[in-house]
């Protein structure tokens, strides 16, 4: 299965604090995603990254969150003055772009972001 | 909302075949996926199937869909304890395919 990685594995950070997640996916995937899931929750959809833009985001997604690909391989999650309940595990998914009938979203393996 | 359930648990014994269920609410849903995680690791995609189809089998792995009563199922044949793990079932709708809606996920316990 191709590899998406993420880091780090797990970030601790207090209350108000940036925090930037990271994200390498599959080099020829061309759709990324972030995801999050609160313990004890469903995996949530956050936003859809195109074409360096952002192509569909949630409700979740507010003005703390940004996403931005860099140099054309990480792709980031920033979450400005963070709260104690965006504690939770961040997912990143890639996917190639549309040809034949591929539509394979692959994941990484999450960040466990623990908010103080 | 639109909606994906799941049955929390179920258990199984080693050599027999499991079946995890879901359903979801969404009649625009047209791909439906299955992803394993264990325990401390990511989701691991192991099938989808398109909304237009019935089945899907992969090697041990087989997938039904019944779209009129938006039913999913995945068997696992000859359960392993490998296999024991959380499956996600998850949809995608045609316009924004790529944001899934995932169900809450079936904790599947394999005994020897």
């Known amino acids: 299965e191709p590899e998406v990685t993420q880091t780090p594995s797990h970030q601790v950070t207090q209350m108000g604090q940036e925090v930037i997640l990271r994200c390498v996916p599959i080099s020829n995937h061309l759709y990324f995603y972030w995801y999050r899931q609160i313990l004890g929750q469903k995996v949530e959809f956050l936003v859809s990254?195109?074409?360096?833009?952002?192509?569909?985001k949630s409700e979740i997604f507010d003005d703390q969150f940004s996403v931005e690909r860099p140099d054309g391989s990480n792709f980031t999650l920033k979450i400005r003055s963070t709260k104690l309940e965006d504690s939770a595990m961040y997912f990143c998914a890639a996917h190639p772009a549309e040809t034949g009938d591929n539509y394979e979203q692959y994941f990484g393996p999450g960040t466990r972001l623990t908010v103080t | 909302g639109e909606d994906v359930e799941q049955s929390l648990f179920l258990s199984v014994r080693e050599g027999d075949s499991s079946v995890i269920n879901c359903t979801y609410t969404d009649s625009s849903s047209t791909y439906l996926y299955w992803y394993k995680q264990e325990p401390g690791a990511g989701l691991q995609l192991l099938t989808y199937?398109?909304?237009?189809?019935d089945m899907k089998q992969d090697q041990r792995l087989t997938v039904l869909l019944n779209k009129k009563d938006k039913h999913l199922s995945l068997r696992i044949a000859d359960t392993q304890t490998g296999d024991s793990a959380i499956y996600f079932c998850a949809s995608g709708v045609t316009d924004s395919w790529g944001k899934l809606q995932f169900g809450a996920g079936t904790q599947v316990v394999v005994t020897p």
């Open positions: 199937i398109f909304s237009n189809m």
């Open positions: 990254f195109y074409n360096n833009e952002i192509s569909e």
